[in-house]
């Protein structure tokens, strides 16, 4: 199986004021393309320690994948480094110039003369165009290596990744391959998943099966190694199908999957729609559902009803029932979900009001305290759910996910 | 000033199912200490090479901290690792046998013969006790470096770096200091920034100045080293104070600061409020302005108008007004500003109507185009920005980032 090394390159990263999200991304693609990672390296903005590494890695490793560096000022350096490892110069690429030149008048302004740096590549490198900024990338043979240069921005390098290297690599496929798959669950905890697949965990097998917790989604990674394309995949089969049977409807996607994404794939199969109220959460139930891609179909809007006026106003909640049982409260977040739907004329309404931190409000009641509300055209119920004094970001981004498991277990029960 | 390499090992890291969170805390601790991390490396459960960057780690630097590797099963490589670099056996350290014996004893449990292997110690080595989990640490001198090995586990880590690392690195401390200060701007691009800051920014300058571009936000970090923490301080000042005379009211705050506390700031001075009336951002800007603790103070809420109804009948957006510009133009989103701020009785009202992608509407309008709108007392105005045909999640950030931008532009010029 081919390898790679993976270098990300940046002072804020080596200092640890910034963490690298993206080598691990980055390794996660290779692998599905049949590439195996075997060492990650993370230097600062350093021509001398990026020469190093880039030349250590291009003897040791089939694919070199940089991150970084390829921004227009001067502490921007893989240029340079790969000039200096290859002994190529530096030269201008026309049709990058062009591209950059063009992303600025799209924009309605001038290029600043500074991104003409961007436009270089060394004489023997490729640029590889870059569809969402300024940078392009570079591709070159380098030592035993086919070394590819991406930009530190993650969705940049993202981007550039899927349209210009995963398909070289997977042209260049042969011998053994490793394929991953990942399954994505909800309503179950990592130990109860743990013991549902115990066998199936048992180290090493092949296929290897790991679990993942994050933020009440716990994920089922599955990696099969083989020598064809066709027969990992069939393993990865078998393997999906146990999870499946052991796991039932608590597998809610695979790969990069949300339960936003889930919610809206039932949603548009019954032609339903939903609308949300949101006290706690301030926008990030709408904000997750209008992340996917078509949810107009399935999403009519919202209303963030922060202040206790707005949920009087816009969503009708008696004042006496503030005042009786508190914003934070099950009636209150009935009555949010119920009105909300009944307003906007949505086949659901779905409502958080809870205390998100870091204090509590007046009323006293816990840090993590958050009751759901989930209309129908039966009713409305609320449920109470308590997430611990946990920080803010936490209490919130949970609070968002239970709403929308709410809903998808109503349409699809475990 | 003392230079550490960071090396974590794991397959689940290396394969990108897993993120090393370690490292970035590690070089932050260690910087904090006065070591300046120069290198980061990840590797696999795999002996060689982790013997291999190992010996390569004990020549380039003063400090080496493994992560990881120190369990008691079968890929737990890290004491290995050390004895074959160093030429040591392994010996039983004898009082951390007594402590994993005790850490199962207390929990009711027979110690588990497999966890033996974790009392094993290069014999030149040293162990550090580990107060929270099975596996101690390893301390003991290799190549020019002296080394650490501790858990991967992330907890257990950093209990045992501060308890048994830290203070073996302070008691040694001597010579340079190297702190650090970021600052962030927003409304300048980072080719423009790097223009301003260009002298700073010189290579071998110390103080250091970088800059880092993250969805339009343009971060400057700045490390001084100097021979004491009162002189690293003052040259933070004073490249502090240079930093913002050239970028003038484009820096909007420090550290982990964002715009929108940046903006709850500004209104909490002021006495004032905002309401946002959002269709293609979907709930994004009140997600944004939410994360700020005590947003209540100026959040009063917001209407999320996905579907047109919702804009007609929530926000009084005129259906013929719609028919003739479409929902995403200018008009629209002046009135949806102007709706938001009176009905919500706030003092400013703050809109977003756009085409987040990957698709166009049925007007045909390109991905990318926004208009946002801001409404004061004394009237509301709309601004088109372009964000070119990129991915949705980027779009939909930017439309965010640019409207709680135009905001404090209005509140804070330039």
Redesign the interface.
């Known amino acids: 199986m081919r390898t790679a090394w993976i270098i990300a390159s940046?002072?804020?990263?080596?200092?640890?004021?910034?963490?690298?999200?993206n080598?691990?991304?980055?390794?996660?693609?290779?692998?599905a393309a049949g590439v195996?990672?075997?060492?990650?390296?993370?230097?600062?903005?350093d021509?001398a320690?990026l020469r190093d590494?880039l030349s250590t890695a291009a003897a040791a490793a089939d694919v070199v994948v940089l991150t970084g560096g390829l921004?227009?000022?001067?502490?921007d350096l893989t240029r340079q480094a790969l000039a200096d490892v290859s002994g190529d110069a530096l030269v201008c690429d026309e049709a990058s110039l062009a591209q950059i030149r063009a992303?600025f008048e799209?924009?309605?302004r001038q290029m600043?003369?500074?991104?003409v740096v961007q436009a270089l590549r060394p004489s023997r490198g490729e640029a590889l165009p870059n569809?969402?900024g300024t940078a392009p990338g570079i591709v070159m043979p380098l030592g035993r290596a086919t070394c590819f240069a991406l930009p530190g921005?993650p969705?940049e390098m993202r981007?550039m990744f899927a349209a210009g290297v995963a398909p070289r690599l997977r042209g260049a496929q042969e011998g053994p391959v490793?394929l991953?798959r990942r399954l994505n669950s909800y309503g179950l905890t990592e130990a109860d998943v743990g013991q549902r697949l115990h066998d199936l965990m048992r180290?090493g097998r092949n296929p290897e099966v790991?679990t993942?917790a994050e933020m009440s989604i716990i994920g089922v990674?599955i990696?099969a190694l083989a020598e064809t394309v066709e027969a990992a995949e069939r393993m990865l089969n078998e393997a999906e199908a146990a999870v499946r049977q052991r796991l039932g409807g608590a597998v809610f996607g695979t790969g990069d999957d949300t339960l936003a994404h889930a919610l809206c794939r039932r949603l548009w199969e019954r032609g339903e729609t939903v609308a949300?109220a949101?006290s706690?959460?301030?926008?990030?139930?709408?904000?997750l559902?209008?992340?996917v891609?078509g949810?107009?179909r399935c999403?009519?809007?919202?209303?963030?009803?922060?202040?206790n006026?707005?949920k009087e106003?816009?969503l009708d909640v008696p004042r006496e029932l503030i005042q009786r049982h508190g914003a934070v409260s099950e009636p209150v977040a009935e009555i949010m979900s119920r009105q909300v739907r009944e307003?906007?004329?949505a086949t659901y309404g779905l409502s958080a009001t809870g205390i998100?931190?870091?204090?509590s409000d007046s009323s006293g009641k816990p840090v993590g305290l958050v009751y759901l509300g989930l209309a129908t055209a039966d009713g409305a119920a609320a449920r109470t759910i308590r997430l611990g004094d946990s920080p803010?970001?936490m209490v919130?981004t949970r609070a968002a996910q239970a709403a929308l498991g709410l809903l998808l277990r109503r349409l699809e029960p475990l």
Chains 1, 2 share one sequence.
């Not at 940046?10 to 999200?21: N, W, Y």
């Not at 600043?112 to 991104?115: K, T």
């Not at 999403?299 to 202040?307: D, E, I, K």
Request: proline share 5%.
């Open positions: 940046g002072t804020e990263l080596i200092l640890g004021q910034s963490r690298d999200t080598s691990a991304w980055i390794a996660a693609q290779l692998a195996r990672c075997a060492r990650m390296c993370v230097v600062g903005d021509l320690a590494v921004g227009p000022t001067d502490d992303f799209a924009r309605g600043p003369e500074q991104n569809p969402v921005v969705i981007e490793l991953s180290r790991g993942t990674r990696n949300v949101e706690c959460t301030g926008g990030l139930i709408g904000k559902i209008t992340d891609p949810s107009s999403f009519v809007g919202g209303v963030v009803a922060y202040a006026s707005v106003e816009w307003r906007m004329n998100a931190g870091p204090q803010r970001e919130r």
